[in-house]
């Protein structure tokens, strides 16, 4: 089942914060975020596994909660090159996780001067 | 390292017409799989492969073979063209459970 992603478009000015978050109806085992350029393959951000941690990559972070099936993107300080869409990809538990992810539907980020 | 490679990058079908779209990856990864990706719908899983000789079916199979004979390729086949197969379709791989995607730089399929 689809994650679904919110909201479904932000809109900031150089060296704002913004938060996307990421809700699934599953137990997860993992959550992936991506991000996409217009025209471009989606670049890999950060994996989260399951036990609530949080990761961090410059400005970008996230967060899991695995009791809520939840994940949210922080962007601080955003930059102009932090424009593109955002995509959360889930990967229920159970079994033995190979990473067959299922993608939300996007956040489109936008970050003008 | 090239990382995972499409081709062809672009390609207009017929109607009926077959074809297949070809991935590569150079990072041994077992873990391949196809998506396409339409305005406002994200990215649907068509098939994926945890290895050679081992393939399964995604979220939106109907309309697409693919087979896995060795780690590094993974093709898919458009069996017979249909409009609703116009997309974008991306190629993935990763290690299996761990770590993220490397995405090919896609193929844009227009079939009319």
């Known amino acids: 089942q689809q994650p679904v992603q919110s909201p479904q478009a932000v809109i900031l000015r150089e060296g704002e914060d913004a938060v996307i978050n990421c809700s699934s109806s599953?137990?997860?085992?993992?959550v992936h975020w991506y991000r996409q350029k217009h025209g471009e393959a989606p670049i890999f951000l950060m994996i989260?596994?399951?036990?609530?941690e949080q990761k961090g990559h410059d400005k970008i972070s996230a967060s899991f909660n695995e009791k809520k099936q939840q994940s949210s993107l922080y962007l601080t300080a955003s930059q102009l090159s932090y424009s593109g869409t955002y995509f959360c990809?889930?990967?229920?538990?159970?079994?033995?996780?190979?990473?067959?992810?299922?993608f939300g539907q996007g956040t489109i980020l936008t970050v003008h001067p | 390292n090239a990382g995972v490679t499409q081709t062809p990058k672009f390609q207009v079908l017929k109607t009926g017409q077959s074809m297949t779209l070809q991935c590569a990856q150079d990072?041994?990864?077992?873990?391949m799989s196809w998506y396409r990706q339409d305005p406002g719908m994200g990215l649907r899983l068509i098939h994926y492969?945890?290895?050679?000789?081992?393939?399964d079916q995604g979220e939106v199979p109907n309309g697409y073979n693919v087979s896995r004979s060795t780690t590094e390729d993974f093709p898919l086949r458009l069996l017979s063209a249909a409009p609703s197969q116009t997309s974008v379709y991306f190629c993935?791989?990763?290690?299996?459970?761990?770590?993220?995607?490397?995405f090919g730089s896609g193929t844009r399929l227009t079939v009319v």
């Open positions: 599953k137990a997860l085992y993992s």
């Open positions: 990072m041994n990864h077992e873990y």
């Open positions: 492969s945890v290895g050679a000789g081992i393939t």
């Open positions: 993935a791989s990763s290690y299996l459970g761990a770590g993220g995607y490397t």
């Open positions: 989260l596994l399951k036990g609530g």
């Open positions: 990809g889930t990967d229920e538990a159970g079994g033995t996780s190979y990473g067959k992810l299922t």
